[in-house]
């Protein structure tokens, strides 16, 4: 293929890993937009390349978050096996799907997304009285920083929502980190630092069974995909040793001006403006 070619998916790559890793979105939100108006890939093969890249960046941000131990891994584990179950789902289903409803789905996500993170201030619940309770952490809710007590709520219930999560995290493309990041800083009471750390987390393996279905079934186009993974690798990097520089309050803010952009892309992108 033409190197230039090939440098300009290493670019989308770079750029989206950054900004996923700080978000705890995985950067498919960036990749599949940016695959499917540059490249004319259809929504399907975006989605294939996006989960591989997602899978392998998300991977590297999640054992930096480990070693600072920001990632909530109990919490992480409890929303795994349904976000998983999910993913297959999701991804099975895409590939009988039109592209435009794709699409559709993606900017109602990311819609969601950003209207709940900027209506809803951060939650942080005090640890309960009661040591019965078990759902209390001590985490480091920054990197670098001190230990903090927080108490996680409807930790179970929330497990459906991880279901939902990786459905669509495979039908469009975008690792669920969308849906992941304001479950658990708003309706479970994660701080936000948590939150995206423990996110890159589960979304580092759901993202991979998503890509294995669309593998199967002949969609992945793997030049491509590892152009695209190589470059969210080295934006992985960048953004998870970024976060240290970024308080909760402005990851929040930009979070939701960063979903409201890329979901009026995709828009435009299933009317045919794009």
């Not at 590297?60 to 349904?82: D, H, K, Q, T, W």
């Not at 209207?115 to 009285?129: G, T």
């Not at 108490?151 to 279901?163: E, K, Q, W």
């Not at 479950?183 to 479970?188: A, D, E, G, P, V």
Request: aromatic residues 8%.
């Amino acid at each position: 293929m033409d190197p230039g070619f090939l440098l300009g998916l290493f670019l989308i790559g770079l750029v989206a890993g950054t900004i996923g890793t700080i978000f705890g979105v995985g950067g498919g939100v960036m990749v599949v937009p940016a695959l499917t108006i540059l490249y004319s890939l259809t929504a399907q093969e975006a989605a294939a390349i996006s989960l591989v890249g997602i899978a392998a960046s998300s991977s590297y941000a999640a054992s930096y978050f480990i070693s600072e131990e920001v990632v909530n891994i109990r919490l992480g584990m409890i929303l795994l096996v349904p976000t998983v179950m999910g993913s297959l789902i999701g991804a099975s289903l895409a590939l009988n799907v039109q592209e435009w409803i794709l699409l559709c789905l993606l900017a109602a996500v990311m819609t969601y997304s950003g209207l709940y993170m900027i209506r809803n201030p951060e939650r942080l619940s005090s640890p309960p009285r009661d040591s019965r309770v078990k759902m209390t952490y001590r985490n480091r809710t920054e990197i670098g920083g001190v230990y903090r007590e927080y108490t996680v709520n409807h930790p179970h219930s929330s497990s459906a929502v991880g279901g939902i999560s990786g459905a669509l995290s495979s039908l469009t493309g975008i690792g669920g980190g969308s849906i992941n990041v304001p479950l658990m800083n708003i309706w479970m009471g994660v701080p936000m630092k948590v939150s995206t750390s423990t996110s890159s987390f589960i979304i580092s393996i759901t993202s991979m069974s998503g890509a294995l279905i669309y593998y199967l079934n002949g969609v992945l186009l793997p030049i491509v995909a590892a152009s695209v993974t190589l470059g969210m690798l080295a934006g992985s990097y960048l953004g998870s040793h970024s976060t240290r520089y970024i308080n909760g309050y402005a990851l929040r803010r930009h979070f939701s001006v960063f979903m409201f952009v890329m979901a009026v892309v995709a828009l435009l992108k299933a009317g045919g403006y794009l």
